[in-house]
């Protein structure tokens, strides 16, 4: 059974920085894109930044600049650095792999994680 598991979420003050970790466990051959996304309260999920499995990233136009995506393809696992965070990146953090091949000819798709609460302070 192949599960995404976050970590790294907390509460920091405005201006500072987190790191967010997202690491897939199971047995797969490999993910094709990855990505994060953040849910506020009563708000609709919405995607921070994605990037593929062979590196090539898309970000919000709210988070550019401040959040930088990356992975490690051998570990399985995506990172979001957060720097420079504002009150309104407060919101719960999910992290997404979109393909997910198990074996050949057997995929899992759109696979979630838990998420991990992010507060930011003022």
């Known amino acids: 059974q192949v599960q995404l598991v976050e970590s790294g979420g907390g509460l920091v003050q405005a201006g500072g920085s987190l790191r967010l970790s997202c690491a897939a466990s199971?047995?797969?051959?490999?993910?094709?894109?990855m990505g994060w996304y953040r849910q506020a309260p009563g708000k609709q999920r919405e995607l921070v930044a994605a990037?593929?499995?062979?590196?090539?990233?898309n970000y919000a136009d709210s988070v550019k600049g401040r959040f930088t995506i990356s992975r490690d393809n051998a570990k399985n696992t995506v990172y979001l650095q957060m720097n420079s965070l504002k009150p309104e990146d407060t919101a719960v953090y999910y992290c997404?792999?979109?393909?997910?091949?198990?074996?050949?000819?057997?995929?899992?798709?759109?696979?979630w994680g838990q998420g991990t609460q992010v507060t930011v302070s003022s």
């Open positions: 997404n792999a979109d393909r997910v091949v198990i074996t050949i000819g057997r995929m899992i798709y759109n696979l």
């Open positions: 990037i593929t499995s062979g590196g090539s990233t």
């Open positions: 199971g047995r797969m051959v490999s993910i094709n894109a």
